[in-house]
């Protein structure tokens, strides 16, 4: 399947941008292995295209996974006014929001809380195991004491409890449609704070117009907007000018770090 990706699709883009904690391995020829759920596809850029080598019958949950169907052309035309914004959504084009699967979601951003990048990665490779993919909760539950033996400090205790009350149905992974009942569901899970509710919410269940803050958008609003929230923070496409200012004021300080060491 040849995806026309126009300049939006960029899948280094994608994969460097903060969202992908899990499923996502980058091989030697550039491509990347992409698992979900019990799909796999080999995703390899050719251009402005992509092309997503996987079983027919699997093309229409890739579609989704990848949000085709979103214009981010017009979110770009939608940042009137911004003169930083506009910069990040140059240096950032070519990245979507990914549709993840809510359970991947939940754990994977439950594991990133107070973490780093190697940190995290080793975590969960080592909760995978020989598995191609992050087990269900029902298959995890009888042997959820494995997590305290997977580098995950304090947060081996929130997911072995988020598992206990998953399997016992006082929590469930079905959230609320409105936005702000299903930001209070999962604020009351043990372990999931402000950061990662809106994490879960959009990248777990596409709530575009949620936008997480970390020490990286407090950078932002600091450096670029006299330490105010910018107006975008209340926009329908906020959680989408949250990624690629993250995208562009991470990867664009790493690099001006690297070239001072030069």
Known sequence: MIIKGKGYFDLKKIYESGQVLIGWDAR??????????????????????????????????????????????????????????????????????????????LFSFIVSQNNNIPRITKSLRKIKGDCPVLKRPEEMYPERE?????????????????????????????????????????????????????????????????????????????LHYDNKAPEWVCSPNAGYYQQVTFFYERTAASKKESKNKG
């Open 28 to 105: 030697e020829d550039g491509s990347f292995a992409v698992t979900s759920t019990d799909k796999t596809a080999i995703c390899t850029q050719k251009g402005k295209d992509v092309v997503i080598d996987c079983p027919k019958e699997d093309e229409k949950f890739w579609k989704n996974y990848f949000d085709l169907k979103t214009d981010y052309a017009a979110f770009e035309a939608a940042a009137e006014g911004d003169d930083y914004l506009k910069e990040a959504l140059d240096y950032g084009r070519g990245i979507r929001i990914l549709r993840q699967e809510i359970w991947e979601a």
């Open 146 to 222: 494995m997590l305290r033996d997977c580098g995950l400090g304090y947060r081996d205790d929130y997911l072995i409890n988020l598992l206990e009350e998953l399997n016992a149905g006082t929590k469930t992974l079905k959230f609320s449609e409105d936005t702000e009942k299903a930001y209070a569901e999962l604020t009351a899970i043990r372990g999931v704070g402000p950061k990662v509710a809106n994490c879960v919410l959009l990248f777990g269940l596409h709530r575009m117009e949620r936008c997480p803050v970390d020490t990286w958008m407090r950078k932002v609003f600091d």
